[in-house]
């Protein structure tokens, strides 16, 4: 069992920075892919967006074309902790976002093929 608690959410203006933690708890954190997922825009019900994802050891990274070059996700094994740095930020930017774990040790881009999850941080963007 993995645990997973997000933070970092605020609102910033258009073109300013933001870094979301996320901190797990449980046994074997190395041992799971992390990704991170947003809540699409005026989708229904819980679909989420891919926003990123890496590998157990941090060596292999996954971004959505429209945050490649913005966004930047890394973990910390040793702190049990996920972050995502999101640079130049946008209105369409603003939503939810959720951290995300999986028992593989390459992460994969699909939402449901995750195993946990956190309860999300909400990111708003001014314009």
């Known amino acids: 069992q993995v645990q997973l608690v997000e933070s970092g959410g605020r609102l910033v203006q258009a073109g300013g920075s933001l870094r979301l933690s996320c901190a797990a708890s449980?046994?074997?954190?190395?041992?799971?892919?992390m990704g991170w997922f947003r809540q699409a825009p005026s989708a229904p019900g819980n679909e989420r967006q891919f926003v990123a994802a890496i590998s157990w050891t941090g060596a292999i990274t996954y971004y959505a074309d429209d945050v490649k070059g913005r966004f930047i996700i890394s973990r910390d094994n040793a702190k049990n902790m996920v972050y995502l740095q999101m640079n130049s930020l946008k209105p369409e930017d603003a939503t939810a976002y959720y951290c995300?774990?999986?028992?593989?040790?390459?992460?994969?881009?699909?939402?449901?093929?995750?195993?946990?999850w956190g309860q999300g941080t909400q990111v708003t963007v001014s314009s």
């Open positions: 449980g046994r074997a954190f190395g041992a799971y892919a």
């Open positions: 995300a774990a999986q028992r593989k040790r390459i992460p994969s881009i699909v939402s449901y093929e995750y195993d946990y």
